[in-house]
């Protein structure tokens, strides 16, 4: 099975790979894509659901191909054990907090993202947008508290089509790079959403 998925934005690659495997759930799939936000997005998105991932790239255009999970795949949690688990999600589009002052803007976020540590398990998701993809770069002075949190189980999300808007695809130092669709399925699963 073929999905092209050439020249188009995210979340469009992920959703027609999703179309394709549920569809076709034991068939192996090849998806198309020619940049490589889309490649991460879409080989994220097979292995997330137990698929075996190869990726060719040839003349600037990458082949995804997608080999469906055999034998036994990790059961979901039960509705039960969801609701028990406390998830929250920090939704960040800005490299500084609050308007007024860029300089104070900064020395704020540097000292929000140093204390959400102080949420413990409960924080499962951050999500950086926008400017926001800014603090996940090489030589960014947030790294080290985003690494302990990664450390600690929090997932960070770094939205590829803002990376790739900034030309920044290549620094990103930390996370996943991410799409619009796991963004809006992460508001989805969380037990509560904080957007600054």
């Given at each position: 099975?073929?999905?092209?998925?050439?020249?188009?934005?995210?979340?469009?690659?992920?959703?027609?790979?999703?179309?394709?495997?549920?569809?076709?759930?034991?068939?192996r799939?090849?998806?198309?894509?020619?940049?490589?936000?889309?490649?991460?997005?879409?080989?994220?998105?097979l292995?997330?659901?137990?698929?075996?991932?190869?990726v060719?790239?040839?003349?600037?255009?990458?082949?995804?191909?997608?080999?469906?999970?055999?034998g036994?795949?990790?059961?979901?949690?039960?509705?039960?054990?969801?609701?028990?688990?406390?998830?929250?999600?920090?939704?960040?589009p800005?490299?500084?907090?609050?308007?007024?002052?860029?300089?104070?803007?900064?020395?704020?976020?540097?000292?929000?993202?140093?204390?959400?540590?102080?949420?413990?398990?409960?924080?499962?998701?951050?999500?950086?947008?926008?400017?926001?993809?800014?603090?996940?770069?090489?030589?960014?002075?947030?790294?080290?508290?985003?690494?302990?949190?990664?450390?600690?189980?929090?997932?960070?999300?770094?939205?590829?089509t803002?990376?790739?808007?900034?030309?920044?695809?290549?620094?990103?130092?930390?996370?996943?790079?991410?799409?619009?669709?796991?963004?809006?399925?992460?508001?989805?699963?969380a037990?509560?959403?904080?957007?600054?």
């Amino acid at each position: 099975m073929k999905v092209d998925a050439r020249g188009l934005a995210c979340p469009m690659p992920v959703i027609k790979t999703k179309q394709a495997i549920e569809e076709h759930p034991q068939e192996r799939v090849e998806v198309l894509v020619d940049n490589p936000a889309s490649k991460e997005n879409v080989a994220r998105f097979l292995q997330s659901r137990n698929w075996q991932v190869e990726v060719e790239e040839k003349d600037g255009v990458f082949k995804i191909i997608g080999i469906p999970p055999t034998g036994e795949v990790k059961a979901a949690e039960t509705p039960e054990e969801e609701e028990e688990r406390q998830r929250i999600l920090v939704i960040i589009p800005t490299d500084k907090m609050g308007h007024g002052d860029d300089e104070l803007g900064k020395a704020l976020m540097k000292n929000f993202i140093a204390t959400l540590k102080e949420m413990g398990e409960d924080l499962w998701r951050i999500v950086l947008l926008n400017g926001g993809v800014k603090l996940a770069i090489k030589g960014s002075e947030h790294l080290d508290e985003l690494r302990y949190l990664a450390e600690q189980g929090v997932d960070i999300f770094v939205c590829g089509t803002c990376l790739n808007f900034f030309g920044l695809l290549e620094k990103k130092a930390i996370g996943v790079t991410t799409n619009m669709l796991d963004i809006v399925t992460s508001m989805q699963l969380a037990t509560k959403v904080i957007c600054l």
